[in-house]
């Protein structure tokens, strides 16, 4: 396959793009990226007048856009971008503008009216969803955005509020906001009233299955439900999460006043009403006992009980608005910001409010909320923040804007802050929250003529 020769900004050399198939649209060109028969990147180039009502709408798969040659101007509809270039996949994203002789003009108008927008945001993939309980089921995923760079030779005027010459960002989201707002609704909402619960069945220490309402032999443990020497009586639980205690002659080698801690293991039935669908989750519960003299002890409190699916619940039947404000916790962590760059040397003016000439920014993302304690684990400690990459600005030509809180170059580079650490629960102890992480380095350099 023959090479294609583009031209880009006159910053860089002509580059030889290889092993691409081009599908001519027009004077437009879309070349795709092929490696062994999969799609692995595409590249938009536009020319004449294809760019003459702006670059807007683009395909998600689209990652470079250069444009270049253009005859007359980029006059978009008002409110949108001259050039519009965001990818929610962490692509690595790129816009190049570039002209022979005279450079060509990007007037936008209305508000949100970027003249160039590169974004690259790191976006965790869909969630797989229970179909019991109606909610998606959300995991911590550290997905990074993708690497952004402008190269632009083209003059741009905009005349809107928050309407910047040229944004480029690299940053990463949570989980799409619909995520976190199912989980909260099934909260907020007191979906869970929709379940009930009964306990199915009950079984011996040996594993061998009890009958509810009779009583079954319990195991020794400790606070956590783990085994430990000597004998654990007898425990009778209902269908209702009613439960009795027997000694059974078991606790000769308890102190009086001395406290012990048994374990069962049982079955509990959750049932979705309307409709009487079902689900089953293998379970045990923690029963503390005080020995208040020889042959006597007190009413068993239930330490806790822990569920296959559910985590761990204060009762005897699952909490299912705790089990998803856990998830809940998860929605929002993502990863590290990327290395964003602007290479201008085109002439920008802005003319409305918090309309940057350049805004330039890499921002890394929030560190994931710890876990709260479970009847079988610790609190964790909050996920670390994620660090923002490098941004660098080379800025030449001219710079102007007229507005308030308005700057002919802002640059940054941010890190996540930590998440917060679990709470503490039973008799386990809470955790710190994570660290914070730092800002990657700034670089901004050029000869620009910049007024505000």
Known sequence: MKSRFYPVSKRLKKQIITERRPIWIGASVICFSMVQGQLMAQTQTFTGNDAATGVNNLPSSILTVRVYDVLGEVLPASGSSGIHLRNNQAGNVRVETAQQGAAFNIRTSGNNAKGILAMSIGTPTAPGS????????????????????????????????DSQGIIAQSSTSGFPPQVAQQLNEFVTQGRAANFTFAVQGVANKDASAGTLGTAVTASRVDQFGEAVTGGGGKVTLNANGTYAFDANS??????????????????????????????????????????????????????????????????????????????LATTASGGAGNSVTVNNDGNIRTTGVDSHGILATSQGSRGGDGSDATLTSSSTQGGNGSTGGTVTVNADGSISTTRDRTAGVVAWSLGGDGGQGGDSGYTRNSKAGGAGAGGGNVIVGGDATITT
């Open 130 to 161: 229970d179909p019991f309980l109606g909610i998606p089921i959300p995991t911590s995923q550290n997905v990074a955005g993708g690497v952004v760079t402008v190269e632009n030779s083209a003059n741009i005027t905009t005349s809107g509020n």
């Open 250 to 327: 078991e606790f000769a080698d308890v102190a009086v006043g001395g406290f012990v801690n048994v374990r069962v293991n049982y079955t509990v039935r959750t049932t979705k009403t309307p409709g009487g669908t079902f689900q089953d989750n293998t379970a045990f519960l923690v029963l503390r006992i005080q020995k208040t003299g020889e042959t006597t002890f007190g009413m068993p409190t239930l330490v806790g009980s822990n569920f296959s699916q559910f985590g761990s619940s204060t009762t005897v039947f699952p909490n299912l608005n705790a089990y998803v404000s856990g998830l």
